[in-house]
């Protein structure tokens, strides 16, 4: 995928995807700024969500930060002032940082708690979750009894992830990676999913970007947001229901009750689904983080 970016930097313009938009930075170094551009379906809509931009930045930051201990991240600073000169303008303040280059890993390393989304669906027609068989009648959103790698492939423009098995993305990656991302995903996920329970909120899977700088495999991109993660109020969690969750939701119910054919170009999104999606994006972070987001970044 490929467009302008929403942020005009004087630096070579590198990539922009369905929410990113990636600068050259000199030194090894990017500079991703995250847009308010929200998708559903795979499909960018025309209209932003404000401050989405905002909260995924500020969420990935705390999660770099709290999980350090566990494993190393591609982030260098999320201060201006460190930026190269000419990107530090305060229209992306707040919604950037500086990082690491990275080697990244061509799989996705996903990890579940829970059955939903495609695993759920595989359950309910195979009996099976990414090939292997689980035991009958569990219920959809039913907590499983460990957490388990999933891993999927990295699609490439206009397909689809696709879910492997961990004995084929051992055989992309190699059996030493495969087994370092899959121990690491899970530490990760485990100690995230931990604390975000005791702030009221599951994680009921995950997506992790990997990849290697000087040798290291590193967390990069995002980590346990509302887009690369399936957040629920613990509260309204019950095995055998959907429950709502901290991100665009509201825009997917809005087009799943259109007749339209989920391909560009998108519809309209009224501005009540869009201020939805704004407060539950704003709800997950400041829950999460116990911090307001205005205060964010300080």
């Known amino acids: 995928m490929s467009r302008e970016p929403a942020y005009q930097l004087n630096l070579p313009h590198v990539y ?45 930051t705390f999660w770099f930060e709290y999980l350090s201990g566990s494993m190393e991240s591609h982030l260098i600073s999320t201060d201006l002032s460190d930026f190269p000169q000419q990107a530090q303008v305060p229209e992306i303040e707040g919604r950037s940082m500086l990082v690491r280059k990275v080697e990244m890993l061509p799989i996705e390393c996903i990890v579940r708690g829970y059955i939903t989304g495609s695993a759920w669906k595989e359950y309910k027609k195979h009996g099976t979750m990414h090939g292997t068989e689980l035991p009958e009648n569990i ?14 492939t990295k699609a490439q423009d206009g397909l689809h992830d696709e879910n492997i098995s961990f004995t084929q993305a051992a055989e992309i990656v190699g059996d030493e990676v495969a087994e370092m991302a899959r121990e690491k995903a899970l530490e990760l996920y485990t100690r995230g999913s931990e604390y975000a329970l005791g702030r009221g909120i599951i994680i009921a899977d995950t997506k992790f970007e990997m990849g290697f700088v000087e040798g290291t495999l590193v967390v990069a991109d995002e980590i346990l947001t509302p887009d690369s993660s399936r ?23 809005f087009l799943d009750g259109l007749d339209w054919d989920k391909s560009p170009p998108p519809p309209e999104l ?17 829950l999460i983080s116990n911090k307001n987001l205005d205060n964010w970044p300080g």
Do not use: C, H
């Not at 629920?232 to 825009?251: A, C, I, R, Y």
């Not at 009224?270 to 997950?284: F, H, K, L, W």
């Open 16 to 60: 922009s995807g369905k929410v990113r938009d990636i600068y050259e930075a000199g030194n090894d170094q990017y500079l991703m700024v995250t847009s308010d551009r929200i998708s559903a379906f795979d499909v960018v809509m025309d209209q932003p969500v404000p401050d989405k931009g905002r909260v995924l930045m500020a969420m990935s």
């Open 231 to 253: 957040f629920w109020p613990l509260d309204e969690w019950t095995p055998g229901t959907t429950p709502p969750s901290f991100d665009k939701q509201p825009v997917r119910d």
């Open 270 to 286: 009224p501005s009540d689904v869009i201020t939805a999606s704004s407060q539950r994006y704003r709800e997950g972070y400041e």
């Open 139 to 152: 219920l959809e959103s039913e907590k499983l009894p460990e957490p388990v790698f999933t891993p999927s």
